[in-house]
């Protein structure tokens, strides 16, 4: 999973809130194609980070998975960033906890969602969060196209029948999407608050303190198995670590509006992780789903820029 902010730029990454505003230039030629190379490289690593987060739930538990994937996320963020966190107002440190409530509720029921449906389907029916607010922030009737195209593939994705595709992972999903909307308002809020990424170091604090206690009530000490803590430090790595550096880099290269296209494409592979690491297939109709969902985001944030 992935994450957001809202800059029509960042309409799937975390990370853009504080680098997008650095970008003033784009040199064309190779410079873009290093930039698309690393957005990709980038959004693979999330979502395959995703699938090897799935193969721990049998010993973890999605609770417990989620756990340590944000508890190492928040070490890593703090001991790169080293935030600073003197001479700030309550109304920031408000932003800050509301940002960080937003990152764990997501993650958290991002996990449950994967726990009971595809990586494919729960991702793309995550990102009708961020989609929708992208609709409504443009305020343009070809929003409504997009809409009605993503709601479409939605309904396809279900194929009327969101009971066979798991009722509760749907829900789970959905809600998911909906903490990712929040996200992305908190996260331009924080943004504008927190220089570098300060904000998002101290927000998955919070989100590892809501985290842990879940997780360690569902699993106790199985957390502390050294296979299990490796698999989290990996999954930590590639969910977060690796995929906000290559961001970062990507976000100097390339248009913020380029960059958001590309990270629209995260349903499609996350359908692709899902097959080729937990042998999740989707149907013919399924894949046509997620395609028209990929096409309605990346219409959407053409739209609002």
């Not at 593939?153 to 749907?170: E, I, K, N, T």
């Not at 903490?179 to 331009?188: D, E, K, L, R």
């Not at 997780?215 to 790595?237: D, S």
Request: proline share 5%.
């Amino acid at each position: 999973m992935t994450s957001t902010a809202q800059n029509p730029s960042a309409v799937q990454n975390p990370s853009a809130t504080t680098a997008a505003p650095l970008v003033t230039r784009h040199a064309a030629g190779r410079g873009s194609l290093g930039g698309v190379g690393l957005v990709l490289a980038g959004a693979v690593t999330g979502q395959f980070g995703s699938a090897f987060a799935a193969l721990l739930f049998p010993r973890a538990g999605a609770l417990g998975a989620v756990a340590l994937r944000v508890a190492f996320a928040a070490l890593l963020l703090l001991v790169v960033t080293r935030p600073r966190l003197r001479g700030y107002s309550r109304a920031d440190w408000s932003v800050a906890v509301g940002f960080g409530l937003a990152l764990g509720g997501m993650n958290i029921l991002f996990y449950q969602a994967i726990d009971r449906i595809p990586l494919g389907a729960a991702v793309t029916l995550e990102v009708l969060g961020p989609l929708l607010l992208s609709v409504v922030a443009s305020r343009r009737p070809a929003g409504l196209v997009w809409a009605g195209l993503a709601l479409a593939g939605v309904f396809l994705l279900g194929r009327g029948d969101f009971g066979r595709l798991g009722a509760a992972g749907v829900a789970f999903a959905l809600g998911a999407g909906a903490m990712w909307a929040a996200y992305i308002v908190f996260s331009a809020r924080a943004g504008a608050r927190f220089p570098r990424l300060d904000g998002l170091a101290i927000a998955m604090t919070v989100a590892a303190v809501i985290s842990l206690p879940l997780g360690i009530g569902a699993t106790g000490g199985t957390l502390l198995e050294p296979g299990v803590l490796g698999l989290g430090l990996a999954i930590a790595v590639m969910s977060s670590g690796v995929p906000y550096a290559l961001e970062m880099l990507a976000l100097r290269r390339l248009p913020a509006a380029t960059f958001a296209v590309l990270t629209s494409l995260a349903p499609a592979l996350a359908a692709m992780a899902g097959y080729l690491v937990l042998d999740q297939g989707l149907s013919p109709l399924q894949c046509a789903a997620v395609a028209m969902v990929v096409a309605a985001s990346a219409g959407a944030i053409r739209t609002g820029t």
